[in-house]
């Protein structure tokens, strides 16, 4: 066996909580040495830390190509004398340079690694500056597959943007493109044809004309961001702008259509402002006052690239028009304004800090739809809402993936993330209580990139409950909790099946007509007692997403065997 793949089975191994005794996974990944230098700290990486970037890029649509520098500040936290700079191919560097000197540097795939020629003492703050060239990768299927967009928009006219995550920053702009470390702060100017007008992230410093007939757009964040986040968004925009009165005061809300959908934006996006007052009662202030909020509309259907969410649903409430719920409450609100705009919480101010823990993101932005949906139409469709997305759960793969390699887990992220954090909401068994744990996260990990323990240990601890095992149960394993039971006259036995080793979930179930109660299975047979006519009186709590099987009932009637959907 190679290696990299019997490395491959252990980093697996590690990540899905399989033990000594049980299966391995068929077919678990395999991964190379690229995949390591991509998605891990490597010790050329681990001695900086980035301050900030200060990136120039002009962008010339007439052959697909990019051409500018980055100028890296950093922090010396350990003496080095090689540091890792990631640029992906076919982009080429033409010079690396710092205190006026060049540097040689050696490519290893996607990276360069820079000899320094200088002392890096520990504590200095230095620059280095790298000047690059060529044509980025171009996105096929964005933002699924990541890259630059060379479009059109439906008037022929150029329209141009990048999504790059999980492929990463480093597809069109050098960087240190690794999660865990991002800048304290950024300018991005982007120069592009003059008849264009560049939308990125934070707020607009300056326009400047140049004399070869293209523009700068110099814009500044002045909070830490994700590499993926900074965007390009150039096209033939109109503006329009609003303020909200939110936690921290007023925030600037600022709108980019193209030109011709005007009128449609201004109607379509007036559901910012309830989304922020929905997000910031269950999740806390907005983290980017400072920069704003915008919505920009993009050639792909959407990403939350940070202070500038990008806008592709076309002026339509649903994803596209669809309900992925299936409950109809879905085609209320435009998904793509709530989805990614949640990732303004959950993604961009805390962020994962390996793409093995996604869930971090995308299940909290997904059961931000939920949320979102209780805010706009009660409680009970909120629930609804959630629960209906349930039947888009594969359980083909764990949610958290493979660390170290920039993999991710499988996309029951999303719908199957949700189904838990809503799960855990029962557990808490407190709204206010559950709330509170909600905008606590936001304020402890605000500007933060984290590992999923931390938000597991938190949520635990908050909660008063060591929910060690429900983690492992939903993010490690594939596996949906069973809860098998068998109800002679009013004797009730019950245990948990198909669970990970020590898993013990308190859940409601029926104990009387149209009556919850808790009861705390475990892996042993328990038993007690209950008040229902019929067996078929006995319903799990569905809020839990968790399978009901009675072990005295034929497997072939439906209404032996229930699952949470």
């Not at 890029?57 to 697909?64: L, R």
Request: with cysteine; proline share 5%; net charge neutral.
């Amino acid at each position: 066996m190679k290696r990299s793949v019997l490395l491959a089975i252990i980093a697996l191994v590690a990540a899905t909580g399989v033990s000594r005794g049980q299966a391995v996974p068929p077919n678990p990944p395999v991964f190379t040495h690229a995949d390591t230098i991509r998605g891990s700290n490597t010790p050329e990486r681990a001695w900086w830390d980035a301050a900030f970037y200060d990136l120039h890029v002009k962008v010339n649509p007439v052959d697909s190509s990019v051409a500018g520098y980055n100028v890296v500040t950093y922090r010396v936290l350990k003496p080095a004398r090689e540091m890792q700079i990631d640029l992906q191919l076919p982009l080429v560097v033409d010079s690396i340079v710092q205190d006026g000197t060049e540097l040689s540097a050696r490519r290893d795939g996607n990276a360069l690694f820079v000899r320094l020629i200088t002392p890096q003492p520990i504590g200095a703050k230095k620059q280095i500056s790298v000047y690059y060239h060529g044509k980025p990768i171009v996105a096929i299927r964005p933002p699924w597959d990541g890259g630059f967009i060379w479009a059109r928009d439906s008037l022929a006219r150029q329209w141009i943007a990048t999504a790059t995550e999980g492929l990463g920053a480093s597809a069109w702009w050098p960087n240190k493109d690794i999660y865990s470390d991002e800048p304290d702060s950024q300018r991005i100017a982007i120069s592009v044809p003059d008849s264009l007008i560049d939308v990125s992230n934070g707020r607009l410093r300056s326009t400047t004309p140049n004399a070869d007939g293209t523009t700068t757009y110099e814009w500044f964040v002045s909070n830490p961001i994700n590499n993926y986040d900074v965007a390009v968004n150039a096209g033939h925009y109109a503006h329009f702008s609003d303020i909200y009165q939110g936690e921290r005061g007023t925030l600037t809300l600022d709108f980019w259509p193209l030109d011709y959908h005007l009128d449609t934006a201004k109607k379509q996006f007036q559901q910012v402002k309830p989304m922020l007052q929905c997000f910031e009662s269950w999740f806390g202030p907005f983290p980017w006052y400072e920069d704003g909020y915008k919505l920009v509309e993009t050639p792909h259907l959407g990403m939350e690239h940070q202070s500038a969410v990008a806008y592709g649903n076309h002026y339509q409430n649903g994803y596209l028009g669809r309900d992925r719920s299936r409950t109809g409450h879905g085609l209320l609100w435009d998904f793509i304004i709530i989805h990614e705009s949640a990732h303004e919480w959950f993604g961009n101010s805390i962020t994962m800090k390996d793409a093995a823990d996604m869930w971090i993101h995308e299940s909290f932005a997904t059961y931000a739809e939920g949320l979102f949906t209780e805010c706009q139409q009660g409680k009970k469709a909120g629930t609804e809402y959630t629960i209906g997305q349930r039947k888009l759960i594969k359980n083909d793969a764990p949610i958290i993936g493979v660390y170290g390699v920039n993999h991710e887990g499988s996309l029951d992220m999303y719908d199957k993330g949700a189904n838990l954090l809503h799960t855990i909401r029962q557990l808490v068994d407190d709204d206010a209580r559950w709330r509170g744990i909600l905008r606590g996260l936001g304020k402890t990990f605000w500007h933060q990139t984290v590992s999923s323990k931390q938000i597991e240990d938190y949520i635990s601890r908050q909660s008063g409950m060591n929910l060690s095992k429900v983690f492992d149960q939903y993010l490690r394993s594939t596996r949906v909790p069973t809860l098998e039971y068998k109800l002679q006259g009013s004797r009730l036995s019950y245990r948990w099946t198909n669970v990970v080793r020590g898993f013990a979930m308190p859940v409601k179930v029926t104990t009387a007509p149209g009556r919850f109660n808790w009861i705390r299975p475990t892996e042993k047979w328990k038993t007690t007692t209950v008040k229902l006519n019929r067996p078929e009186d006995f319903h799990v709590d569905e809020n839990f997403y968790v399978v009901a099987k009675d072990l005295l009932r034929p497997a072939t009637d439906s209404t032996t065997v229930r699952k949470a959907l």
